[in-house]
Antibody
Framework: EVQVVESGGGLVQPGGSLRLSCAAS????????MNWIRQAPGKGLEWVSY????????YYADSVRGRFTISRDNAKNSLYLQMDNLKDEDTAVYYC?????WGQGAQVTVSS | DIQMTQSPSSLSASVGDRVTITCRAS??????VGWYQQKPGKAPKRLIF???SLHSGVPSRFSGSGSGTEFTLTISSLQPEDFATYYC?????????FGQGTKLEIK
């Protein structure tokens, strides 16, 4: 059974940083592109970032470019999202998605 | 950016009904569309990828069709567990974009 588990969420002040991790079990992430998607309270889904299988291609939403950094470690079967200079509008549940499998989400709350 | 216009935004239906949800893309995106189901407080689950391919384990009452700019998700016979919010996603070009969602409620 494929399982995807995010971790690293929490409460942070505006301007602060958090690092989200995503660990997969039941499949090897090596061949797959991976994405982060978020959902603000009561809102729809918003794509955040993409990384290709070899990390050679990386893309970001305009809303996070320059502040967020996506990375992966295929040896650890993991995906990461470094989030710096966080803003109130970054408050959301962050989901990791790997070839159609999603984790349960990590809550990020940015508030003073 | 490619806009995905999803309709209707909400829908009331009964168990056993056949329902269709539509997404229109602002430009041609081949068949690079997925459909997702989300229940309250839960993570989204992929139902369909590449416009018409069923994700592993998804019941066959779900089907997808379309190419280019118009895409549909059809549930052939609604079951009680199908009442949820549904989203389309275009994965043709960056930034990836979702439709606004369709909330499917019990009539």
């Amino acid at each position: 059974e494929v399982q995807v588990v995010e971790s690293g969420g929490g409460l942070v002040q505006p301007g602060g940083s958090l690092r989200l991790s995503c660990a997969a079990s039941g499949l090897s992430v090596s061949p797959y592109d991976m994405n982060w998607i978020r959902q603000a309270p009561g809102k729809g889904l918003e794509w955040v970032s993409y990384i290709s299988d070899s990390s050679s291609s990386i893309y970001y939403a305009d809303s996070v470019r320059g502040r967020f950094t996506i990375s992966r470690d295929n040896a650890k079967n993991s995906l990461y999202l470094q989030m710096d200079n966080l803003k109130d509008e970054d408050t959301a549940v962050y989901y990791c998605a790997i070839t159609g499998y999603w984790g349960q989400g990590a809550q990020v709350t940015v508030s003073s | 950016d490619i806009q995905m216009t999803q309709s209707p935004s909400s829908l009331s239906a009964s168990v056993g009904d056949r329902v269709t949800i539509t997404c229109r893309a602002s430009q041609g995106i081949r068949n690079d569309v997925g459909w997702y189901q989300q229940k309250p407080g839960k993570a989204p689950k992929r139902l369909i990828f590449s416009a018409s391919s069923l994700h592993s384990g998804v019941p066959s009452r779900f089907s997808g069709s379309g190419s280019g700019t118009e895409f549909t998700l059809t549930i052939s016979s609604l079951q009680p567990e199908d009442f949820a919010t549904y989203y389309c996603l275009q994965a043709n070009s960056f930034p990836y974009t979702f439709g606004q969602g369709t909330k499917l409620e019990i009539k």
